[in-house]
T-cell receptor, first 111, second 115 residues
């Protein structure tokens, strides 16, 4: 049972424009959400996170928005750069020592 | 500080065999988690260890097992391999041993191919 869903397997965006990645979850016990970025042949690296007590968290070009009532979060990358081309995973955590991941969205930034 | 290391990086096995994968966490990290990544499925949680104790286990059959040693290094074992076990197996370590909301540091993974 996939409790975290990323319904867009891929996203193509022009360099300098905004990338918006979406994620939905079903488990109301999730109270911490994270985004990871993964390049080929490397493990995922932590990008940004948000606690359920907040609705927005910003770190440089990356902003995560959380809508708890809709059980939806999104990651905005502004402006998109060629180095942002990677697979992005949304993950969620309840108080159980594990992360539940989405299937990932492959972002391609076009020059 | 060295990152999470996993050995071997690549492995080819045949159906019915068993395999052991190894993970060395970042020095000082006491929590180690294992995930399976397959195309279209994202990362699926296998298990998490802290101080040699398994604290949580994902929905995988009993053929998948793991353990953690006193130096925090961890191994996972898959017995009676099936074709569907072909995947990238990722290990992650956590600095505080607290809940998974803390940032997890991933290794590069072991690519297992079952023929």
């Amino acid at each position: 049972d996939q409790q975290v869903k990323q319904n867009s397997p891929s996203l193509s965006v022009q360099e300098g424009r905004i990338s918006i990645l979406n994620c939905d979850y079903t488990n109301s016990m999730f109270d911490y959400f994270l985004w990871y970025k993964k390049y080929p042949a490397e493990g995922p690296t932590f990008l940004i996170s948000i606690s359920s007590i907040k609705d927005k968290n910003e770190d440089g070009r990356f902003t995560v928005f959380l809508n708890k009532s809709a059980k939806h979060l999104s990651l905005h990358i502004v402006p998109s750069q060629p180095g942002d081309s990677a697979v992005y995973f949304c993950a969620a955590s309840a108080d159980d020592y594990k992360l539940s991941f989405g299937a990932g969205t492959t972002v391609t930034v076009r020059a | 500080k060295a990152g999470v290391t996993q050995t071997p990086r690549y492995l080819i096995k045949t159906r019915g065999q068993q395999v052991t994968l190894s993970c060395s966490p970042i020095s000082g990290h006491r929590s180690v988690s294992w995930y399976q990544q397959t195309p279209g499925q994202g990362l699926q949680f296998l298990f998490e260890y802290f101080s040699e104790t398994q604290r949580n286990k994902g929905n995988f059959p009993g053929r998948f097992s793991g353990r953690q040693f006193s130096n925090s290094r961890s191994e996972m074992n898959v017995s009676t391999l099936e074709l569907g076990d072909s995947a990238l197996y990722l290990c992650a370590s956590n600095p505080s041993g607290g809940r998974a909301s803390n940032e997890q540091f991933f290794g590069p993974g072991t690519r297992l191919t079952v023929l």
